[in-house]
């Protein structure tokens, strides 16, 4: 069965930084591209970072580029988001989501963990 | 980017047909591929995929669940809806990155 957990979301300050984790179980985590997707309160879905199988390629909407970093470590099965001069947009619930590429390019999203929250205030 | 919209909510009884609509700002498609996918969100929870490209049936996914369309239109359909399918319902694009999402449609009871 697959198994995304998500964690490291909290509190944080405006400008100041924060470091998601997730651990993956129940497949070949290295087979496989993975993405983070956020949620903010009673809002819909946006994608936030992509990383490929070996890590070499990443890919970010311009809302978070520059600031977020995707990343992975194929040996612990783990998928991490560093995430830098966070804003009060960043306020959002983060999920781990394994993404299935597609003919025109992107991807979509088959499994999804439970989410972490991340909540940006003073 | 490519824009998805979704009605807000949509009011449906119980053991009737429900349809959902997506509509595209832009063809979501690549010849006879409809790169559209179909989310269920129930609250507290995380989003679980329905449908992939168009009409395809996730794994575990029950059959009253079945999605059509081609271009730029696109639905989702789940009949007869049962008291477990109150949910929100999220449509998404593959055709181009960055991948979008509609807002969601909210299914409740009448």
């Known amino acids: 069965e697959v198994q995304l957990v998500e964690s490291g979301g909290g509190l944080v300050q405006p400008g100041r930084s924060l470091k998601l984790s997730c651990a993956a179980s129940?497949?070949?985590?290295?087979?496989?591209?993975m993405a983070w997707v956020r949620q903010a309160p009673k809002k819909g879905l946006e994608w936030v970072a992509t990383?490929?199988?070996?890590?070499?390629?990443?890919y970010y909407p311009d809302s978070v580029k520059g600031r977020f970093t995707i990343s992975r470590d194929n040996a612990k099965s783990s998928l991490y988001l560093q995430m830098n001069s966070l804003k009060s947009e960043d306020t959002a619930t983060y999920y781990c989501?394994?993404?299935?590429?597609?003919?025109?390019?992107?991807?979509?999203?088959?499994?999804w963990g439970q989410g972490v929250m991340v909540t940006v205030s003073s | 980017d490519i824009v998805l919209t979704q009605s807000p909510v949509l009011a449906v009884s119980l053991g009737q047909r429900a349809t959902i609509s997506c509509r595209a700002s832009?063809?979501?498609?690549?010849?006879?591929?409809?790169?559209m996918h179909w989310y269920q969100q129930k609250p507290g929870q995380q989003p679980k995929l329905l449908i992939y490209?168009?009409?395809n049936l996730a794994s575990g996914i029950p059959a009253r669940f079945s999605g059509s369309g081609s271009g730029t239109d696109f639905t989702l359909t789940i009949d007869p809806v049962q008291a477990d399918d109150i949910a929100a319902y999220y449509c998404?694009?593959?055709?181009?990155?960055?991948?979008?999402f509609g807002a969601g449609t909210k299914l409740e009871l009448k």
């Open positions: 990383i490929s199988t070996s890590g070499s390629r990443t």
């Open positions: 989501a394994r993404p299935r590429k597609d003919y025109g390019g992107s991807h979509y999203f088959d499994y």
């Open positions: 129940g497949f070949t985590f290295s087979n496989y591209y």
């Open positions: 490209r168009a009409s």
């Open positions: 998404q694009q593959s055709r181009e990155s960055p991948p979008t």
């Open positions: 832009q063809s979501v498609s690549i010849s006879s591929i409809n790169l």
